[in-house]
């Protein structure tokens, strides 16, 4: 498919929801990448064919540079003293063994040794669930978190990813929670063992660790029709969250952190 044909099915706004600075670059990625056409939240599938869309071939290169990259990882852990590193995860070593950690990703166990990786008892089907804890493990940071809660305009070199936070994870919340009881999100904010923020103006707040040294905060507004605001959602991190996560692994995990909420409240 030509990315013109998409481009006539889209407002041409630039406006970056779907996580690209330019529609057609959003276009292009759809009729050639396999690029989600419903990332942008304008476009009108009527008619649209969406069999004919993506490149076998890209995918293909696309899941291979991903395995590549897990390979890269494990090698990467293999001189890692676990006994060592477990205190800077906030994990444990197995009972069976030291030679395996255990620690929570979004209130789901992982047990991770040196040639395999599990989650719940089963490998992960996304690779990049495997790329980011292998980051996390990797990295093995000699801080904790501050405390000190910033934005991730605050964070370095990360402004282009503001956007894509906000389409893949604060947008999604915001639409999930928008006109729920905040007793209720707050329910599903502690299945992922997430703790209650009070004091402050929104309408509901709360603490996830994501993973053990990656807190991020919540932050809920709901929509007020009669002033014209629409519900809002902010994820804060702490200040030196990059000691433990680089960006692309960071955002994932706050688009792991909305699927999470979606599957629960669903």
């Given at each position: 498919m030509n990315p013109l044909d998409i481009l006539k099915r889209i407002p041409k706004t630039n406006c970056g929801e779907?996580?690209?600075?330019?529609c057609l670059a959003f276009a292009a990625?759809?009729?050639?990448?396999?690029?989600?056409?419903?990332?942008?939240?304008?476009?009108?599938?009527d008619g649209l064919d969406l069999t004919s869309l993506g490149n076998t071939d890209l995918d293909k290169m696309s899941k291979k540079r991903d395995?590549?990259?897990?390979?890269?990882?494990?090698?990467?852990?293999?001189?890692l003293h676990f006994?060592?590193?477990?205190?800077?995860?906030?994990?444990?070593?197995?009972?069976?063994?030291?030679?395996?950690?255990?620690?929570?990703?979004?209130?789901?166990?992982?047990?991770?040794?040196?040639?395999?990786?599990?989650?719940?008892?089963q490998e992960p089907e996304d690779p990049r669930d495997q790329i980011l804890l292998y980051n996390y493990?990797?990295?093995?940071?000699?801080?904790?978190?501050?405390?000190?809660?910033?934005?991730?305009?605050?964070?370095?070199?990360t402004i282009s990813k503001v956007k894509t936070l906000a389409t893949y994870c604060e947008k999604r919340l915001a639409q999930l929670f928008?006109?729920?009881?905040?007793?209720?999100?707050?329910?599903?904010?502690?299945?992922?063992?997430?703790q209650t923020v009070t004091g402050s103006s929104t309408t509901s707040a709360s603490i996830i660790p994501v993973l053990p040294m990656v807190p991020?905060?919540?932050?809920?507004?709901?929509?007020?029709?009669?002033?014209?605001?629409?519900?809002?959602?902010?994820?804060?991190?702490?200040?030196?969250?990059?000691?433990?996560?680089?960006?692309?692994?960071?955002?994932?995990s706050s688009e792991r952190l909305a699927d999470r909420l979606i599957q629960l409240a669903s």
């Open positions: 779907c996580g690209y600075t330019a990625n759809v009729a050639k990448s396999g690029e989600d056409p419903e990332k942008c939240p304008y476009i009108n599938l395995l590549e990259l897990i390979r890269f990882l494990k090698s990467k852990i293999q001189s006994k060592e590193i477990a205190p800077r995860l906030g994990a444990t070593l197995s009972p069976e063994t030291d030679n395996t950690l255990t620690f929570s990703y979004l209130a789901q166990e992982v047990l991770l040794s040196k040639t395999q990786l599990l989650l719940n008892g493990v990797h990295s093995a940071a000699h801080t904790s978190p501050t405390g000190d809660w910033v934005g991730l305009e605050s964070l370095p070199n928008a006109g729920r009881p905040p007793e209720e999100i707050q329910k599903y904010c502690s299945m992922l063992h997430g991020q905060q919540l932050l809920f507004w709901d929509e007020e029709p009669e002033d014209g605001f629409e519900a809002k959602v902010k994820i804060l991190f702490d200040a030196r969250v990059l000691d433990h996560l680089d960006v692309e692994s960071l955002i994932f």
